[in-house]
């Protein structure tokens, strides 16, 4: 019996000394994460930061700053160390008498008080900022298209956010609004949650009973499923190739905002608009471009892949081939490999959407990052 016990040992031995130095070879997820996040706060704080006000790209007011110290925050950051406390104070200095967190002369105020909001509740583990952040969200419910800006339910504009001279409301200022009232404790069966659910069904390229819009009707199969960036007006995407049939593209960055928006507003997973967008992310998994979009707007894209996959609340997804993917290692490992040496992040192939600033850019790789642990 002694033979095959040993041929036993020595094959077991074979088959997992491998397995053993590939495991020590591959570092936690979470001791990953920190590394990459803290040389990225790292770069942050050094470069990005001016030391005089605490401000990130000041030239984008308070926007770029809300964003980046809450994706610091969430990475540990304390809310009275002094390079976080600077740029809270500076965030405050864009508060104004009705309650919104904006530049004046701004035509991106909602949008601007979105990401405050943000920053501010993840600062908020003390209660201290309470009363902002809900006048701040009662500035945000006002910007609503809806009866009170004598929109009516038919229209489709109604339950949306927008930002410009004329405040055309779209998906990915919605979703942020969403993820502000979130955030403030607005409950998901509110009435502006509800309307704002109208806003993003209508988004989706699926015609249902939930968005009757011309365009729905007119997908083809790669873009069935997936979101587009507004309805408004006959609907608007961002893709510039036309589809068969004279439908609407789809694409990654504003279907992951879709998905996470139903999510967040109480969609059932079971839902027929939850179950078309996860099929069409299915079809089109993909960490190397934004579907659709090729390299612009790709970081954005990671920040809400990782986002809306977080609130699946699935640690492995697996495509229309049957692969299966596990999202964080993937999203991680993406990430780590485009790293600069000084820690930053900058989009090589494309700056629209601002993403040639390190700053911002870098402030997306972070909050991607804060959902990239193994148990998160």
């Known amino acids: 019996m002694k033979a ?168 990915s200022n919605t979703s942020y609004a969403i993820d502000a009232l979130v955030a403030a404790g607005v409950d998901p069966n509110s009435v502006e949650m509800q309307r704002v659910l109208k806003f993003v069904s209508r988004s989706q390229n699926l015609e249902s009973e939930h968005n009757k819009l011309p365009f729905a009707g007119k997908a083809d199969k790669d873009s069935v499923g997936g979101f587009i960036y507004t309805p408004s007006g006959g609907g608007e995407t961002k893709v510039e190739t036309a589809s068969v049939g004279g439908g ?32 069409w992310i299915r079809m089109h998994y993909n960490l190397k471009n934004n579907p659709g979009m090729g390299p612009e707007g790709l970081y954005y894209y990671y920040h809400l892949f990782a986002k809306a996959l977080d609130a699946v609340g699935q640690d492995t997804f697996v495509d229309a081939e049957g692969v299966k993917h596990n999202w964080r290692k993937e999203l991680l490992a993406e990430l780590a490999n485009r790293q600069a040496a000084d820690g930053s992040f900058t989009n090589q192939a494309s700056d629209r959407w601002m993403e040639g600033d390190p700053n911002l850019v870098t402030g997306y790789v972070l909050l991607a990052l804060s959902y990239c642990q193994e148990d998160p």
């Open 4 to 171: 095959p016990l040993a041929k036993l040992s020595i094959a077991l031995f074979t088959v997992l000394l491998p397995l053993q130095a590939a495991f020590a070879q591959t570092p936690d997820a979470t001791s990953k994460v920190k590394t990459v996040a803290q040389k990225a706060i790292a770069f942050l704080k050094s470069t990005g930061q001016n030391p005089e006000n605490g401000s990130y790209s000041e030239f984008a007011g308070p926007a770029v700053t809300a964003l980046v110290t809450t994706a610091m925050l969430k990475h540990g950051e304390k809310v009275d160390d002094a390079d976080i406390a600077k740029s809270l104070e500076y965030l405050k200095t864009f508060i104004q008498p009705d309650g919104g967190i904006y530049k004046p002369d701004s035509i991106y105020k909602n949008y601007e008080t979105c990401l405050a909001i943000l920053c501010f509740a993840e600062a908020n583990a003390d209660g201290r900022f309470d009363e902002l952040i809900q006048k701040a969200a009662g500035y945000t419910q006002g910007t609503q298209w809806a009866e009170g800006r004598q929109v009516k339910e038919s229209d489709d504009r109604f339950g949306g956010f927008g930002y410009g001279k004329h405040a055309r409301p779209d998906l």
């Open 248 to 279: 609407l593209r789809s694409y990654g960055s504003m279907t992951y905002a879709g998905l996470k928006s139903m999510l967040y507003a109480g969609v059932d997973q079971d839902d027929i608009r939850v179950q078309a967008a996860i099929d």
